[in-house]
């Protein structure tokens, strides 16, 4: 059975590039734009063109150099942001306007001064501006995950009417439980009169580290596509997390879901966007975190050294990392020893890795990690004949 493809909406240069200094100029943009392209993303978030003449500048090259995914310009629902996105993106195969409002309790008292009604009437007439220029018109409802179900059912509906493809559920403060946000999108699913015309995304943030489970409780109940960012990143805890979730439905098949995404350039992508916006990635990161393919400890090296899979579930390769590393630290064992040992030429007799491990351990507790420079003199200086090692 063929799997139901997820479409993948990056946003790390809109919704990542709000992070503070993590600011990129037109050509960082463009170079990133392109290596999105290249990876397989259908949409591409370029900017917010209103917000700044920098940021019209780089969606509109944006717009002309990518070749096949969708380009994408943000706006409020106000009439000059859309006019200002529809200019921005005009040049693109495949324009995208993302327009929308805030439909929570508190966004529509505190921010708007507002009514529910109002909002709608809002919501709607953004949309139906934005149909004007382009066919593809993505609809956000801000604060969708703190926002009653009912009303936002009503919300979804009327923009639907107004002809948007694509309903963007924002859990935009990151506030959502997995099961909340997933019965969120199955009760849209089943509520909203017209819902097979369009498209329900998730765009969830991290501020409870949820951000990744919550998205993949929306696909799982009905949503196809997922609102993301290389590394995660975003503002405050970030958003979700692109590698994350294009992982977990290539390991998961039983989900029967999966996305165009080309996973093998997933590592160089998360380097460069790092790398360009200085924004370190956490040693820790899944996927591609320096240490999401190290072992240090002696149980886990043993294991991986006999067998991979005993302690990874994806083979480093499919990610673009070219092989898990064995570290050795003061919690390493003989194995992960003897495995670094003869990678660096040292083919050690059973006899001889006794010896040499003592002095490693000696070593091992002055030193955070033991090096290949320091495999040799370890070697060199253990009482051992090394008479078959020369
Ligand atoms: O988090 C959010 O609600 C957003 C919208 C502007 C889409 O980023
Ligand atoms: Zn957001």
Do not use: W
């Not at 717009?63 to 629902?77: D, E, I, K, P, Y």
């Not at 050795?328 to 670094?340: K, P």
């Not at 420079?373 to 078959?388: C, F, G, L, V």
């Amino acid at each position: 059975m063929s799997k139901d493809k997820v479409q993948i909406f990056d946003t790390t240069l809109r919704d990542g590039e709000q992070v503070p200094g993590c600011k990129l100029d037109t050509k960082q943009k463009l170079v990133i734009a392109e290596r999105l392209d290249s990876l397989g993303v259908d949409v591409i978030e370029a900017g917010f063109p209103i917000s700044s003449p920098g940021d019209f500048k780089s969606v509109q090259e944006i717009a002309a150099l990518v070749n096949n995914a969708t380009v994408c310009g943000l706006t409020r629902s106000v009439k000059k942001d859309i006019e200002v996105a529809a200019e921005a993106i005009k040049g693109a195969k495949r324009p995208r306007i993302h327009t929308g409002i805030g439909t929570s309790e508190s966004h529509i008292k505190h921010k708007f001064k507002s009514t529910q009604e109002d909002i709608i009437e809002r919501a709607v007439a953004a949309v139906a501006y934005a149909k004007t220029f382009v066919e593809d018109v993505e609809f956000y409802a801000e604060d969708a995950g703190r926002t009653d179900n009912e009303y936002l059912a009503r919300v979804c509906e009327a923009v639907i009417k107004a002809g948007a493809t694509v309903l963007n559920i924002p859990d935009t403060t990151g506030y959502c439980l997995p099961e909340e946000y997933g019965t969120k999108i199955k009760y849209l699913k089943e509520n909203v009169t017209g819902i097979d015309k369009a498209i329900l995304s998730c765009h969830c943030h991290n501020d409870l580290g949820l951000a990744t489970a919550n998205s993949i409780a929306g696909v799982i109940n009905g949503a196809r596509q997922i609102e993301c960012t290389i590394n995660g990143i975003g503002e405050r805890a970030g958003n979700t997390s692109l590698e994350e979730v294009v992982m977990i439905l290539r390991q998961h098949p039983d989900l029967n879901l999966d996305t165009n995404i080309n996973s093998k350039l997933l590592y160089d992508t998360s380097l460069m966007v790092s790398d360009k916006m200085g924004m370190v990635v956490q040693p820790n990161k899944a996927i591609v975190g320096s240490n999401a393919f190290a072992h240090s400890s002696g149980i886990h090296q043993d294991g991986v050294i006999k067998n991979r899979e005993t302690y990874e579930i994806i083979d480093p390769k499919d990610v673009g990392v070219s092989e898990s590393s064995i570290v050795l630290t003061a919690r390493s064992g003989r194995a992960a020893l003897a495995y670094r040992a003869k990678n660096v030429g040292y083919e050690l007799t059973k006899l001889q890795l006794d010896a040499v491990y003592d002095n490693f351990l000696k070593f091992a507790d002055r030193k955070k990690e033991i090096v290949d420079a320091d495999i040799h003199e370890i070697i060199e200086t253990s009482q051992i004949d090394m008479s078959n090692l020369a």
